[in-house]
């Protein structure tokens, strides 16, 4: 049972396009981390967030923390191919994951 | 500062046989977790683990799978008498203390003919 949701599950789209993608818990997160896997690698941390209401840049992705700390989001400007990959959330307290949205970002 | 070491990277096993799947911490990390992964799936919780301790074996299953962390030297994941179902991606993770940042390795893939 995936105790996080994430959504979309698969978002596929056009070189320049602007994009958000989800993540939400029934529960109140402690913190929450994102990770980008690339095929055939192992997930790699992006960002932790910790504060509800925070919001963190990483150049062209800017990350969203909730006011009540239940969920989170991940905004990508003008995203590039190289972008590509499966998005993880995870809830710091437990490292449990979310099923992932898998990005294919087309050239 | 070396990243989180896992070995082998590729395993291959024939149905029966028992898999040894390593993990080496980050250096100064003493918390270590293991997940499987499917193809197109995300990441499934197996194990938690602490030097010496087990803290949480709720995704393990019951038999056949058993996990590891000694005073010195790796974490150790073992799968007994496998099965072609344990075909898959497992990585682990390793964090300085408990919800602290955790940091994956590039995982083992089994693969049981």
């Known amino acids: 049972t995936q105790l996080l949701e994430q959504s979309p599950q698969f978002l596929s789209i056009q070189e320049g396009e602007n994009l958000t993608v989800y993540c939400n818990s029934s529960?109140?997160?402690?913190?929450l981390q994102w990770y980008r896997q690339e095929p055939g690698e192992g997930p790699v941390l992006l960002v932790t967030?910790?504060?509800?209401?925070e919001v963190k840049k990483l150049k062209r992705l800017t990350f969203q923390f909730g006011d009540a700390r239940k969920d989170s989001s991940l905004h990508i400007t003008a995203a590039q191919p190289g972008d590509t990959g499966l998005y993880l959330c995870?809830?710091?307290?437990?490292?449990?994951f979310g099923a992932g949205t898998r990005l294919t970002v087309k050239p | 500062n070396a990243g989180v070491m896992q070995n082998p990277r590729h395993l291959v096993r024939r149905r029966g046989q028992e898999a040894r799947l390593r993990c080496s911490p980050m250096?100064?990390?003493?918390?270590v977790y293991w997940y499987r992964q499917l193809p197109e799936e995300g990441l499934k919780f197996m194990v938690y683990?602490?030097?010496?301790?087990?803290?949480?074996e709720s995704g393990m299953p019951k038999e056949r799978f058993s996990a590891e962390f000694p005073k010195e030297g790796p974490s150790i994941l073992r799968i007994q008498q496998v099965v072609r179902g344990d075909s898959a991606a497992y990585f682990c993770?390793?964090?300085?203390?408990?919800?602290?940042?955790?940091?994956f390795g590039q995982g083992t893939r089994l693969t049981v003919v």
């Open positions: 683990l602490q030097k010496e301790n087990i803290i949480d």
């Open positions: 250096k100064g990390h003493s918390h």
């Open positions: 995870g809830r710091n307290n437990d490292m449990r």
């Open positions: 967030v910790v504060t509800g209401g």
């Open positions: 529960s109140v997160f402690s913190s």
């Open positions: 993770a390793s964090s300085m203390n408990k919800n602290t940042e955790a940091f």
